[in-house]
Nanobody
Framework: QVQLVESGGGLVQSGGSLRLSCAAS????????MGWFRRVPGKEREFVAV???????YYADSVKGRFTISKDNAKNTLYLQMNSLKPEDTAVYYC????????????????WGQGTQVAVSS
């Protein structure tokens, strides 16, 4: 059983930056595909970014060029560096883990953190 705990959310002005962290325990971190998702109240969870074992990464078009996903296997931690934040990035951000191939659909992820709130003011 993998446990995931996000941190690093907060309130930031438009154009600012935040770095989210996701600490993992209970599994072999390096073997998991790790993703970031977000949810705005009243909407479905939305794919943000994913990182897989070989160091590959893939981003949603809405965040490409602004967000960077990275993994530190020695620390069992996933990061999401968010730059040039916009008000539309306001959401609860979740990290998730799955075994197998890279996926961008939330339902295909087995393990989820509790989420961390990001609010971007205009």
């Amino acid at each position: 059983q993998v446990q995931l705990v996000e941190s690093g959310g907060g309130l930031v002005q438009s154009g600012g930056s935040l770095r989210l962290s996701c600490a993992a325990s209970g599994g072999t971190f390096s073997s998991y595909v790790m993703g970031w998702f977000r949810r705005v109240p009243g909407k479905e969870r939305e794919f943000v970014a994913v990182s897989w074992n070989s160091g590959g990464a893939y981003y949603a078009d809405s965040v490409k060029g602004r967000f960077t996903i990275s993994k530190d296997n020695a620390k069992n931690t996933l990061y999401l560096q968010m730059n040039s934040l916009k008000p539309e990035d306001t959401a609860v951000y979740y990290c998730a883990a799955r075994r197998g191939a890279m996926r961008t659909t939330p339902d295909e992820y087995e393990y989820w953190g509790q989420g961390t709130q990001v609010a971007v003011s205009s």
